[in-house]
């Protein structure tokens, strides 16, 4: 069979590869438990343990390149992956060159959430569009652009870290050091902190969200302040509602700065975000200069857990494949 892709998604916790068809389809996927608080060389083993395992498909017979899709930052240009905080073994580590020197072949490597984006503007709710914004809410926030059906990353590789953008400099401080990022505001993480929170320091110890987490506040997580809210919950709709517009506030400044033809919600906290789009659409024609901002598309993403592994095999394509991959789609006329 041809045109087989292989794409690997290494998390804190898992590592996943995967045989994916020419139309982002998975055929065939395995997952081994990853080591990220070992030595580097036992950090490598589940990673090749799975790869093992998926080319021992016969339909791997084809597979020219591996894709490979890791959270943190990428250095493309030295070929290094600088530092993941889910992976502290590896720091400045050479992970293409060590996957290319056991299976000889070429090696791609990504961010995760630059993974998605290119898996989404291949295949999936973006396909066809020339120039797309992508972002993944789940612990933490994360995005990818494509610009001209070419995924972006700057001059060393590391850009789309739209998670770490600040909207508020007095915030709190952010785990990558600085104040007030989105990710300090929208994410499932953050989410279930403001509510807990609220429960302390707004009287809310009636709170639904309590019930639902068997009287441990330590138990309210992203999940347990959805379902208060549809329940009524006044505290829990006030956190979302919170979460709403500092994410309006965000989309506001990237559609300003980017202008894209579509943006693509995806990760954990996706739907929960995606419930509130009226608001958020309500909240742009305050926090969106860009006077046509309302002909943007902002949509649900197609792949879910699979956007990191199915992101991966794509940047196996060659940039003429990938302009091209998918059913094209016009953009919305300006």
């Known amino acids: 069979m041809k045109n087989i892709l292989l794409g690997v998604d290494i998390g804190g916790t898992k590592v996943a590869a995967a045989l994916v068809s020419s139309t982002g389809e998975v055929l065939h996927s395995v997952r081994t438990q990853m080591a990220p608080r070992k030595t580097a060389e036992e950090g490598l083993k589940p990673v090749f343990e799975a790869i093992?395992?998926?080319?021992?498909?016969?339909?791997?017979?084809?597979?020219r390149a591996i894709g490979v899709s890791v959270p943190g930052w990428i250095d493309s240009v030295r070929g290094v992956l600088v530092g993941a905080p889910n992976i502290p073994c590896w720091r400045n580590f050479p992970l293409p060159r060590e996957i290319r020197r056991r299976y000889s072949l070429p090696v791609h490597v990504a961010?995760?959430?630059?993974?998605?984006?290119?898996?989404?503007?291949?295949?999936?709710?973006?396909?066809?569009?020339?120039?797309?914004?992508?972002?993944?809410?789940?612990?933490?926030?994360?995005?990818?652009?494509?610009?001209?059906?070419?995924?972006?990353?700057?001059?060393?590789?590391?850009?789309?870290?739209?998670?770490?953008?600040?909207?508020?400099?007095?915030?709190?401080?952010?785990?990558?050091?600085?104040?007030g990022c989105v990710e300090m505001y929208v994410s499932g993480t953050a989410i279930a902190r403001r509510a807990r929170e609220g429960i302390v320091q707004r009287g809310?110890?009636?709170?639904?969200?309590?019930?639902?987490?068997?009287?441990?506040?330590?138990?309210?997580?992203?999940?347990?302040?959805?379902?208060?809210?549809?329940?009524?919950?006044?505290?829990?709709?006030?956190?979302?509602?919170e979460a709403a517009d500092h994410f309006t506030i965000w989309i506001g400044n990237m559609i300003d700065l980017?202008?894209?033809?579509?943006?693509?919600?995806?990760?954990?906290?996706?739907?929960?975000?995606?419930?509130?789009?009226?608001?958020?659409?309500?909240?742009?024609?305050?926090?969106?200069?860009?006077?046509?901002?309302?002909e943007i598309p902002i949509v649900g993403a197609r792949y879910g857990s699979e956007s990191g592994v199915v992101g991966a095999a794509a940047l196996c394509l060659t940039p003429s494949k990938l302009a091209g991959a998918g059913r094209p789609k016009k953009e919305r006329s300006r």
């Open 204 to 241: 809310g110890r009636r709170s639904k969200m309590l019930a639902l987490a068997a009287g441990n506040i330590a138990g309210v997580r992203s999940e347990t302040v959805a379902k208060a809210a549809k329940a009524g919950d006044p505290l829990a709709r006030r956190v979302l509602d």
């Open 111 to 179: 961010n995760d959430a630059n993974a998605g984006a290119l898996a989404e503007s291949t295949w999936g709710a973006a396909s066809g569009c020339a120039n797309v914004f992508y972002v993944t809410l789940g612990t933490g926030v994360g995005a990818g652009i494509v610009l001209q059906h070419r995924l972006y990353t700057g001059r060393t590789g590391a850009a789309g870290e739209g998670g770490h953008t600040t909207i508020d400099f007095r915030g709190p401080r952010c785990g990558c050091g600085k104040r």
């Open 52 to 63: 093992d395992a998926v080319l021992g498909d016969r339909r791997a017979k084809s597979i």
């Open 258 to 294: 980017l202008d894209p033809g579509i943006i693509v919600v995806g990760g954990g906290v996706a739907k929960l975000m995606l419930r509130s789009l009226n608001r958020v659409r309500a909240g742009l024609k305050t926090w969106a200069a860009n006077p046509r901002q309302r």
